[in-house]
């Protein structure tokens, strides 16, 4: 039984940085970043994902190690799907072929992507919320969601997750309306500049009127992630940004984003104080871009310490951490 669930995929994560060099091959996955970036902060999280029989070469020592139960892992193929991503200097990456062959494969992909009913299963009477990355906000497949928040008094948090510049950018999966839609029945949410820039066809780097955007977008909470600048926690007519916090010295900034949006996720939902919720999250991302791939044991002593951190960041508030509102 978990307060807290990620519903997400899991992944064997390689990548070649934008200087070029291959670095590789690790765990990874949207939602297992996600559920590691919860579970920093508490045990009482699960997983709910659909793997191939590889799954237990790497991913299940993390789970026995952090005391996280494999108990909605779904063994579906004989392989979890290995993706090697090329980064850009703007943030932006792209999937490149594997030579081992066992690379990332939409059609196969589709079959491992969790469902809505997957997590419905996992859902029990301690159930607060749960984090999702579906890949397009379908009508169809959102009230499904919606009806599982209502049947159960759950939460949810949706990351939107999309390539800008794909076929799902240019498809009418990804309308305005529809955007606004998955947000208002998720209630908390997330996306990045990249992917806001392309929705919003607003540059980049100004803040202010796309944060505008995302408040008239709706839903209780929208964490806009900003890449190394930091990210905004968007909540009504107004948005907190707090800044990226470097727990050591920043090493790979790979899963960082679903790490810190399912920090945000349980952040909110515990404390309901945007700078709160920016604050943990940025120290989650902290802690995930210190090594290579995910933090592999995650201890009481790193909790703990995270907290005091996370108190120390808000105490020093309005000196360290910047306040902006942004008001329609």
Aim: charged share 20%; hydrophobic share 35%.
């Amino acid at each position: 039984m978990s307060r807290y669930l990620s519903l997400g995929n899991v992944l064997y994560d390689s990548t070649i940085a934008v200087d070029g060099t291959f670095y590789g091959e690790y765990l990874g996955g949207q939602g297992f970043h996600a559920m590691a970036g919860i579970r920093l902060w508490t045990g009482d999280v699960g997983m709910v994902t659909r793997a191939g029989e590889d799954f237990k070469d790497g991913f299940s020592r993390w789970f026995i190690d952090n005391g996280v139960s494999e108990e909605h892992v779904q063994i579906k193929l004989d392989y979890t799907s290995h993706v090697l991503m090329q980064f850009h200097e703007d943030g932006s990456y792209g999937v490149l072929p594997l030579e081992n062959g066992l690379q990332f494969v939409p059609y196969l992909q589709g079959i491992m992507d969790p469902r809505p009913e997957d997590v419905e299963a996992a859902i029990t009477p301690d159930t607060v919320a749960y984090y999702h990355h579906c890949m397009t906000p379908d009508r169809h497949t959102f009230e499904q969601h919606r009806k599982i928040r209502e049947k159960y008094g759950v939460r949810t948090m949706w990351e939107v997750t999309y390539a800008p510049g794909s076929q799902f950018s240019i498809s009418p999966y990804f309308s305005i309306d529809k955007l606004r839609n998955g947000a208002e029945i998720s209630g908390m949410w997330s996306l990045n500049r990249n992917e806001a820039a392309d929705i919003f066809k607003i540059p980049r780097e100004n803040d202010d009127d796309m944060i505008n955007e995302l408040i008239k977008i709706g839903g209780e909470m929208c964490y806009y992630r900003c890449g190394s600048k930091g990210a905004y926690v968007v909540a009504g007519n107004s948005a907190v940004f707090c800044p990226m916090i470097d727990i050591t010295t920043s090493v790979d900034p790979m899963g960082c984003g679903n790490n810190s949006t399912g920090a945000a996720m349980y952040a909110w939902c515990e404390t309901g104080d945007p700078l709160m919720t920016g604050i943990m999250a940025a120290i989650s991302a902290g802690y995930n871009a210190r090594q290579k791939g995910p933090m592999m044991l995650i201890t009481e002593e790193d909790t703990a310490n995270a907290n005091a951190l996370a108190q120390k960041y808000y105490k020093q508030f309005p000196d360290k951490i910047q306040l902006d509102i942004c008001v329609l």
